[in-house]
Every structure is written in C-alpha cells, then in structure tokens.
C-alpha cells in the first residue's frame, strides 16, 4: 500500500456532465433454417421459454458455498471477518474459537472407530444474566439474499437461558431475522428484529437436550423462510397430514443481510460445521466499476473507497477483487470527509483520486482512477480525463445506499 504522503493535494472537485450509457440486447437473430410456419411457432417458443432457461442457467452459474472452518483459527481468539454487537440490553459476547469433542457428522461404519475427536469450534462464553441480552457475531464479509444454511449446535449451561440460534439477512444488531433453540423452555422460534423490537416469537415445542449437538438449518429464497431442527421443518409448524413442499413463512421486511451466530443472556453454546449454499449478491459498486472498466479499456485500474466502521475507508470496490476489504489511507479520508482531490504520478501512469457524489451532491465515497499518462501530458489533463471518468459513474448512482448496499 502506498504511503499517504506521496500524493499531492490537487484543486477541488469540478462539475461536468457525461451522457449516460444505455445497454439494449436484442435477442432476434436466431442461426437456425426454418419455414415460415415453424419460425412463427419457434418464435413463440422463445419468447416462452428462453427467460425461463436463462434464469436457470444464471442461477446455476452463480451458485456458490461457503464452509467455515473455525480451524484455521488460533485457539481462544474469535475468528476474524465476524464482527460483535449486542442487541437489546448487557454487554457484547465473548465469542472464541476452543476446542471440543464433536461427534462426527456420519455415523462411524465400524463399532471400533472413534466416536468423538476435539476439534475447533465456536464458542460463545460470556454469561451475562440479562433477560434482553442478545449477544450476535456477524459476518462482515459478505451479504446474503437466497440461501440454505447449516450448523451444529450444542447449547452447553447457563440460569436463565439456554439458547443457540442462527441471525440472517441482518442490517445490524438492531435489525434482523433470527431462528433459535431453547433448551431450557424446549421450543424452536423464529421472530425479527426491527429497530431494536422483538416481534411475537412463533415456532413449536421441541425437545432439544443441553451438552448434546443438534442440526439448525435456515432456508431463505426470496420472501420465503423455513427452519429445521435435526432435519425436521418445524418453522412454520407442519399441519398433521398435509404435504410440506409449499409450506414456508413469507416476511417481506429485509430482503439481503449478513448472517451471524446468537444466544440469549447467560447461555454458553457452541457452533460448528456452519456450510452456506447461496447465490452470490454482486454489489452495485462492484457491477459499476466493472461497467466502467468495460467502456473504458484504456482506463488502468478503478477502485472506489467507502468509509465503514473502522478508522480508515475501505475499498468496497476494485477491478481487482482481491483488494475488497483492504483499508485505504489518510488520503482516501481526506477526500471522504473534505471533498479534496489527489493526484499522484508513477512513470507512465497517473492516479487520481476524486470524491464520489451522489445526485445530491453528498459525497459517498472516494474513487482512484488510474490511468496511463503520455509523454508532455499535463497534471490538468490527467485530472480532466480522470472526471470524465468519475462523472460517468456518477450518472448511473443516486444515493448513498447505492455505493453501501
């Protein structure tokens, strides 16, 4: 990364206008020899069916899974990439990797295999007695919107609760769905969070033993929610002899999320095995800077900063991908919080970085626009290529949301 002073602050931010770019796909011309009436009917086929096969093999390109390996982790240190928040009263929870026995997740096919081995987990030890006290470990890293989530759990002591459960499609700890387990009150819940208030939980009575591991899956397509307990829906409650396939709840309140691990006051529980199958949300920042770097070949690199919740901005979008996530400089703040302009010279190439303004003309965040310079080329001329550039961007935005969705 670059030291922050090897750029020099340039004049401020200027307004330009660029046009904005219409994509159109017109899917008439089809390399097939038919006769008139079949070109009528091969027509209406298409017409029919080809959206249908496109979302299938969009939704089949774009299907990804995630494992969490709390392995990887050095024991008594909560796993990096997870965040910890508390909702309603108390304090955060004391969230750790430790090691434990964990039966396997297939039976042993012989009497004189080993049933249990240690092996890491994610254990959440604090013991705060607080009736309103959530603790929540969210995953920063990514948002989900359709997925199918699995984990074991084991909900291990506590006085007043005994409780693991899984938070999903979280804005943040005050706005949330979440399914859990009680051991001490045998019922499996679902009920969300909006704006620091519980709605009315709903779910079953279930049997769900302390010190021993249990299954929780989460399934979330579209409006649609549906939970499992060792491998039984009981979210919504199945009714006696009626077929399940359709049955789910549907809340419309939050449409993508983070997912995350929950328990309630005093309740030491453990998770492990968590896997993620889920269609990967491509972020509008990221689509813009692709689109960008599309219709604009000559363009070196694009990266757009953001500032979150950490001292420095962070690069939420970069057409090289590795890069989302890594903090920014003194430099990209700068521009964040004074609206300033910086440029920076290196051989051939130029960068420019310039604030990013929504049509408001609030800046929401900070772009580095590099560029290959030529030889006489002048520091104006840089920048001016580099505002087309930014302006182009900012024709496809309209709010902050847009940039930190």
């Known amino acids: ?14 307004k330009t206008t660029v046009p904005s770019v219409n994509v159109h796909f017109d899917p008439a011309i089809v390399g097939l020899a038919v006769s008139p009436v079949s ?6 086929m298409l ?6 096969v496109m979302a299938g093999l969009q939704l089949s390109s774009l299907a990804a899974v995630k494992d969490f390996d709390f392995g990887v982790y050095p024991v008594g240190h909560p796993p990096p990439g997870f965040r910890s928040a508390v909702a309603g009263n108390g304090q955060p929870g004391d969230w750790k990797v430790i090691n434990e026995k964990v039966p396997p997740l297939m039976a042993p096919l012989s009497h004189k ?63 949330y769905y979440v399914i859990r387990a009680s051991s001490l009150g045998n019922t499996f819940k679902f009920y969300k969070m909006v704006n620091g208030l519980r709605s009315e939980p709903m779910g079953p009575e279930a049997t769900i033993p302390t010190g021993e591991w249990h299954t929780l899956k989460v399934e979330c397509i579209g409006s649609s929610i549906r939970g499992y307990l060792d491998d039984r829906l009981l979210i919504p409650p199945p009714l ?40 990967p949300r491509e972020k ?22 953001a500032k979150k919740k ?30 300033h302009s910086y440029y920076l010279k290196e051989g051939k190439s130029a960068e420019v970085t310039i604030p990013l303004r929504d049509r408001n003309g609030e800046v929401v965040g900070a ?28 024709e496809h935005m309209i709010s902050a949301q847009d940039i930190n969705e």
């Not at 995953?139 to 693991?164: C, P």
């Open 1 to 14: 990364m670059r030291d922050s002073g090897d750029a020099w602050l340039i004049a401020q931010d200027v």
């Open 39 to 44: 070109a009528t009917v091969f027509r209406i």
């Open 47 to 52: 017409k029919l069916f080809l959206p249908v």
């Open 113 to 175: 295999a080993q049933a249990d081995t240690f092996r890491p987990v994610l254990a959440q030890m604090a013991k705060d007695p607080t009736d309103e006290h959530f603790a929540v470990l969210l995953y920063t890293n990514e948002d989900f919107g359709d997925f199918t989530l699995t984990t074991r759990f084991k909900t291990v002591s506590g006085v007043t609760e005994q409780m693991a459960g899984i938070v999903f499609r979280a804005q943040d700890e005050k706005n």
């Open 240 to 279: 006696p002899g009626k077929p399940t396939n359709n049955l789910a709840l549907n809340d419309t309140s939050f449409p993508h999320g983070q997912i995350g691990f929950w328990t309630k006051s005093d309740s030491v529980s453990y998770f492990v095995d968590t896997h993620i199958d889920y269609v």
């Open 284 to 305: 509008f920042a990221q689509v813009l800077v692709r689109d960008i770097m599309r219709e604009n070949p000559k363009l070196l690199g694009l990266r757009i900063y």
């Open 310 to 339: 950490s001292p420095l901005p962070l690069v939420i979008a970069d057409n090289d991908e590795t890069a989302i996530g890594t903090e920014g400089t003194e430099v990209e703040g700068d521009v964040l919080e004074k609206g």
């Open 367 to 394: 772009v580095r626009v590099k560029l290959k310079t030529f030889k006489g080329e002048m520091q104006e001329t840089v920048l001016t290529r580099a505002m087309l550039i930014k302006k182009q961007m900012e």
